[in-house]
């Protein structure tokens, strides 16, 4: 329906046009007629009328027949533009607004001054605006990390967000949104403030659903299908930081850097990104030391069940694991491989690696204390 209406537009404007330029030349004709040879009669007026009918109407042609072409061609010229601009992150595209805003402020005021020089002041001052611009756009681009406050405010997650000044933002690593409990830990609700989700964080993800290796593309895919989740079902605000650190090439120290720009926690369980923010003094929510946080606290003395399912590293050990995964080692236990006995817990070793709860058969147990 748009293209026919503006095809009805682009043959009335060739008409228009016709009309005018024929008519134009018709006059024009009357008048070099009348100098070059006055004593000749001029040409009756009905002939620039006539021209002015016959260019209107092959003019009106050519715009109906050519109208669709340049529709096409605007449109590809338009989708174009918003391609790329769909690549230039929102950061970018708000300092550089106000990085005009700024200069053209500045060299208005100069201009006040440059314009009084006789002969040459305006084009002096057209060259400082210039220049200006040209100068001051390009460092507030170099430095756009420190004016993340600005981006903050236009930000589309962030306008449904609660204002507060203690708002705190959780960033979000690859690791952690692969593995897949931080949907579970979001439904809790323990997890408050914004979610933030860098633009580099989800081209990793991209990058790993695309690997040929289906392990990784399957891994790639979950990190994918986990953000959505969060996203759409889950009642605490996500946030896409689509800035990079163009100086940095490893996801890891775009990270920290982040965390260090907008003042946020890291939430991973990557082990040597954990141990590079405490190094870094940057705050860390590590999901395996949730994970083990919250598993029920086992004393030694208390007694448990297990089943024996193999046997361990040293001679006649039985290895069992609990409903969270925990491993269970109990000594003199091989031979009660695939039974379901009673056990008394010893000790417990907690490493980083996880919990592991050392115990022996309540029966050998009970032998060795003389109980009947």
């Not at 598993?295 to 024996?308: C, D, F, R, S």
Request: hydrophobic share 50%; aromatic share 8%.
């Amino acid at each position: 329906m748009l293209h026919k209406v503006l095809r009805i537009l682009g043959t009335l404007l060739g008409v228009c046009l016709g009309a005018y330029f024929f008519n134009y030349i018709g006059l024009v004709s009357i008048i070099i007629t009348a100098i070059g040879n006055p004593v000749s009669i001029p040409p009756p007026i009905g002939y620039t009328a006539a021209g002015g009918a016959l260019g209107g109407v092959l003019f009106g042609l050519i715009f109906y027949l050519i109208t669709p072409v340049i529709i096409n061609f605007f449109e590809k010229i338009v989708s174009w533009c918003d391609s790329r601009l769909k690549s230039v992150p929102t950061q970018d595209i708000v300092l550089i607004v106000f990085g005009l805003i700024v200069t053209l402020s500045m060299s208005l005021l100069l201009s006040f001054f440059i314009n009084r020089i006789p002969i040459f002041g305006i084009y002096l001052s057209f060259i400082i605006t210039l220049v200006i611009v040209i100068v001051g756009v390009r460092f507030i681009l170099g430095r756009k990390e420190e004016f993340s406050f600005l981006t903050a405010l236009f930000n589309r997650s962030r306008r449904h967000a609660v204002a507060a000044d203690n708002e705190v933002y959780k960033i979000l690593d690859t690791s952690a949104i692969i593995d897949g409990r931080i949907v579970d830990i979001c439904k809790t609700g323990f997890l408050e403030g914004i979610i933030v989700v860098p633009s580099f964080v989800l081209e990793e993800l991209r990058h790993i659903a695309d690997s040929p290796d289906l392990l990784k593309r399957n891994r790639g895919r979950r990190g994918l299908d986990i953000l959505n989740k969060i996203q759409k079902e889950m009642d605490i605000p996500v946030q896409i930081y689509e800035g990079d650190f163009e100086d940095l090439t490893e996801v890891d120290s775009k990270l920290v850097r982040l965390a260090k720009v907008i003042n946020g926690k890291i939430v991973t369980n990557d082990f040597n990104l954990n141990k590079v923010c405490e190094l870094q003094g940057i705050f860390v929510l590590n999901i395996n030391e949730l994970a083990n946080a919250v598993k029920p606290v086992v004393l030694p003395g208390e007694e448990m069940t297990a089943q024996i399912i193999k046997d361990g590293k040293e001679a006649g050990q039985g290895v069992a694991y609990l409903d969270d995964g925990t491993m269970v080692v109990v000594e003199g236990g091989k031979r009660f491989i695939g039974e379901t006995i009673e056990v008394l817990v010893t000790s417990v070793l907690q490493t980083t690696a996880g919990r592991m709860i050392f115990a022996k058969p309540k029966t050998m147990a009970e032998k060795f204390s003389g109980v009947k």
